[in-house]
């Protein structure tokens, strides 16, 4: 902008410099001779001043072409005036709209970088879960295992110690024949020496015949009955081992019931997991979708403001056709000033053809 409050002495000192350079002293040399300052109705008024002082030598076409001159000057200053406004009000909405859109931008991608941080936040908890997910799966595989093999080696001593019980009971039966056989004998003695009491006088050699064969059958018996308490004393033995086994099996059933327990506490908190991971998973597509949202928004602003500018670049492009009717207009007041000496008068429909005509 000009500066304003220029004095008289400074336009008669600058219309002097015009006409020894041999220069028409119009208000825009003028203005350009004092480095663009001063208003250009106050150097219309110095110089009619000037004039006034100097006789009024000019004549009327002097004062017809001031006039005009004076009337194009206002009209360019006021053009200029509003175009500045307007860029100005433009100017200043297009800086507050794009501070807005730089703090909606800078506040999205803050919250952007917060969402991303949420994401990878909930994508290492997902991996963890996972790898804890998958630890719980091998543990759990590997307990199954272990509770197969176990329940084999039951299922083994379970058939072991049918084994041993049919045995024993196989031993036991044995053993009951022997005690009735034994029974049968001693009653069969008892029936004999009572016979061999009664026939004691005629048959004393049969009897003691039978007597040999009887002790000889008697320790037979009692041969086979000793190899039967043996055998039972074994199997005994062999039933306490079973039994000490089964004690620690159950010890172990017991553990791995224990171990179950834990299994299916394990399995509720995978079931758990899987359900906080499908949580996160859906937490992860809400925020995908708001990402999408706020990316459409700013894609939005980001048009609206290319729109802005595309407006300011029209405006521009109507200030410079302005500018270039006002050049217009001083090219053609100068050389009528030069022309001034020919004192020909200028016809007001052929200044407004020319100044119409330059805006094309």
Do not use: W
């Not at 001043?49 to 009209?75: H, N, P």
């Not at 834990?262 to 758990?272: G, R, V, Y």
């Not at 109507?318 to 007041?333: C, G, P, S, W």
């Amino acid at each position: 902008m000009a500066r304003a409050g220029i004095y008289k002495s400074e336009v008669v000192r600058a219309r002097n410099n015009l006409l020894a350079m041999g220069r028409h002293p119009s208000i825009d040399s003028i203005r350009i001779e004092l480095g663009n300052t001063g208003s250009k109705g106050t150097i219309h008024r110095f110089l009619k001043e000037i004039e006034e002082e100097e006789g009024g030598a000019a004549g009327t076409q002097v004062a017809v072409s001031e006039a005009i001159q004076d009337l194009s000057s206002r009209l360019a200053e006021r053009l200029h005036e509003e175009a500045d406004q307007r860029i100005s009000a433009l100017t200043d909405k297009q800086k507050a709209e794009v501070a807005e859109l730089n703090s909606v931008m800078t506040a999205l991608k803050n919250e952007v970088q917060g969402f991303r941080g949420q994401v990878e936040r909930l994508s290492l908890a997902l991996a963890a879960e996972k790898a804890a997910n998958e630890d719980a799966q091998n543990l759990l595989q590997e307990e199954k295992l272990t509770v197969a093999r176990i329940s084999q080696r039951i299922h083994d001593l379970d058939e072991q110690r049918g084994k041993e019980e049919a045995h024993r009971q196989s031993l036991e039966e044995k053993h009951r024949h022997a005690r009735e056989a034994l029974e049968h004998f001693r009653q069969s003695s008892k029936d004999q020496r009572e016979q061999d009491q009664r026939q004691h006088e005629q048959q004393i050699q049969f009897l003691q015949g039978e007597l040999r064969s009887a002790k000889d059958l008697l320790s037979a018996k009692q041969q086979e009955t000793l190899l039967a308490h043996q055998d039972n004393a074994r199997v005994a033995n062999e039933l306490a081992h079973a039994k000490s086994e089964l004690h620690q099996l159950q010890t172990e059933v017991r553990a791995l019931r224990h171990s179950k327990e834990q299994l299916i506490a394990l399995e509720q908190k995978c079931e758990q997991l899987k359900q906080q991971v499908s949580e996160a998973e859906e937490g992860i597509a809400s925020v995908n979708i708001e990402r999408d949202n706020l990316a459409a928004i700013s894609e939005e602003r980001l048009a609206l403001a290319q729109s802005r500018e595309l407006e300011l670049a029209t405006l521009k492009a109507v200030q410079a056709t302005q500018d270039q009717m006002l050049e217009n207009i001083r090219k053609y007041f100068s050389e009528q000033g030069k022309a001034g000496g020919a004192k020909k008068e200028v016809p007001s429909a052929k200044i407004q053809e020319s100044l119409f005509n330059s805006g094309d």
